[in-house]
């Protein structure tokens, strides 16, 4: 992936973690992340490498996630 | 119906939207078409078999209920228990019956082409209980036939389950006032998830070890054994999620298949968490009636061996099926000898929980293998080639991209709430997991190897 890629992959990471405690970052990270999917999509990774990120961010975000209201 | 083909995925949405655009009155007829519409998308040959036996347990309940004298009554009961069982028979065992009387008689095998139709032994099984249920006088009959039609035929459990009970299905799905269970998307992504990202990554490795029995070491044979045992799991009730899904988002709400199977202490608690609609099914139309555990032990021993080879042979029409339900037999055997002697209870609970995963595992070997002998080639491969080397060959040919994707995926649905608890904080979490199976769909679709449900076969 490139530079940039890899800086919006941990921007995503970033927010899904704070994403638990404050609204304004779960909107951020849906945002970027639609960003990251189709900037993927759109440079032509491999379906597989999107699928991994995804399950990656999922996992932090219920992580960050769990027992918030 | 394939949940992940296209028209499915493509046409839930729309027939879901109609559904609650439609006036109350109407969404039943909405769903009949849906329903006959989508199995006649899946399997167009199999749809006469569907009408013909829809009329001939609707004319059969009515018939049983019109009839006056306790001898008729029985006799239509009978007459639809042979029609059911009768197809079932045919379509399912007659090609498996000619061949092993074939062998038996040292002659050619007539090699009977007959196509197996698309969830026969689910809805043959539901509409069973109906007629049953009609005639002990449990189940009030249904005398409109388009929703008696709908009861056999509502397309989220048709092919592979749940089976409802008449008394719970039919109220719900002649209730007008019905309203959509929200919660229904989560199951249904959860479904999807375990399906897709989970079954669909662990089954190639599987496919290849128990294509050549024999051949690998045991570290390969064991790995494919726990990875068919996760894999048939997570197909299963990945399926059942996204039928219960499905049916609460067109609020109905069906009942639940698995709670946990493997985290059970005894085989007898396996059961009672695995398949869980199929399990009360035997054991209300089948086991109870033969005396249940209300007999002298022996009895006992002999009904619990007539039930679970009929389950082995509900499976699939083959020896190495009635040989799985045999062993699941057996143990259960067991397990009823050992509590009478009340030495169950000195084994701690991890030990019990270890002892009835191995039993599980074995016997998935035989529900897994081709056939019996190959069965046995793989358990034979067991000791062999244990080391560090073996190990790292197996889990390479695993794949690390595939191993990565089961963790993930195990850790994402461990950590997701199981239903919908309100939690704002969970939707970013939803939203990646949602492009995870979007994704996973899309691989499968690309490369053209999505495996079907294992529990389509049977």
């Known amino acids: 992936m490139n530079l940039w890629m890899w800086a919006l992959v941990l921007l995503c990471l970033g927010s899904a973690l704070l994403a638990g405690r404050h609204g304004w970052a779960a909107a951020l990270n849906m945002l970027l992340g639609t960003v990251l999917v189709l900037a993927m999509l759109a440079v032509g990774r491999p379906v597989r490498e999107l699928l991994l990120v995804a399950l990656t961010l999922c996992a932090a975000a219920a992580f960050a996630g769990r027992g918030t209201t | ?458």
């Open chain 2, 1 to 458: 119906m394939n949940f992940t083909a296209t028209a499915f995925v493509t046409g839930f949405p729309l027939v879901l939207l109609l559904h609650w655009l439609c006036p109350p009155g109407g969404r039943w007829v909405l769903l009949l078409a849906a329903s006959v519409a989508f199995y006649a998308i899946g399997s167009p040959q199999s749809l006469g078999l569907l009408v013909v036996i829809t009329l001939g347990t609707y004319t059969a309940s009515l018939l049983i209920c019109r009839s006056k004298s306790q001898k008729a009554r029985t006799f239509w009961c009978v007459a639809a228990l042979v029609l059911c069982f009768g197809c079932l028979g045919w379509f399912k065992y007659a090609g498996w019956l000619a061949d092993t009387a074939a062998v038996l008689l040292g002659r050619s095998s007539p090699a009977l082409q007959i196509l197996l139709p698309a969830g026969i032994s689910f809805y043959t099984f539901q509409t069973l209980t109906y007629v049953i249920d009609v005639y002990r006088g449990t189940q009030q009959v249904e005398k409109n036939l388009a929703r008696y039609a709908l009861f056999v035929c509502f397309f989220p459990q048709l092919v592979a389950g749940p089976i409802e009970r008449s008394g719970d299905l039919l109220p719900q799905l002649k209730n007008e006032h019905r309203t959509p269970d929200w919660n229904g998307a989560l199951i249904l992504l959860r479904g999807f998830a375990k399906k897709l990202l989970l079954a669909d990554a662990m089954a190639p490795f599987v496919d290849v070890v128990y294509a050549a029995p024999g051949q690998g070491d045991g570290v390969q044979m064991m790995l494919a054994t726990v990875l068919f045992a996760g894999q048939i799991y997570f197909d299963f009730s990945g399926y059942s999620d996204i039928a219960v899904g499905a049916a609460a988002l067109l609020g109905v709400r069906l009942s639940r298949n698995f709670d946990h199977p493997y985290g059970a202490v005894s085989v007898r608690e396996f059961w009672r968490r695995w398949h869980i609609s199929l399990t009360r099914w035997f054991t209300d139309y089948l086991y109870i009636p033969l005396g249940g555990s209300r007999c002298d032990w022996r009895r006992h021993c002999c009904n619990l061996l007539i039930v679970f080879l009929a389950s082995g042979l509900w499976h699939g029409a083959a020896w190495h099926f009635v040989l799985w339900g045999a062993l699941h037999g057996f143990f259960l055997i067991g397990e009823t000898w050992l509590s009478r002697r009340k030495k169950m209870l000195a084994l701690p609970r991890w030990a019990a929980h270890l002892c009835t995963l191995t039993l599980v595992c074995v016997a998935w070997v035989f529900f897994r293998a081709d056939s019996i002998p190959s069965a046995l080639l793989l358990l034979g491969q067991l000791p062999r080639g244990w080391s560090a080397a073996s190990v790292m060959r197996a889990l390479s040919a695993v794949g690390g991209s595939a191993l990565a994707q089961m963790a993930l995926g195990l850790l994402c649905l461990k950590l997701l709430p199981e239903r919908w608890n309100g939690s704002r904080g969970q939707i970013p979490a939803l939203f990646w997991l949602t492009i995870a199976v979007a994704a996973a769909w899309l691989t499968g679709l690309t490369a053209d190897n999505a495996s079907a449900f294992l529990y389509f076969q049977f």
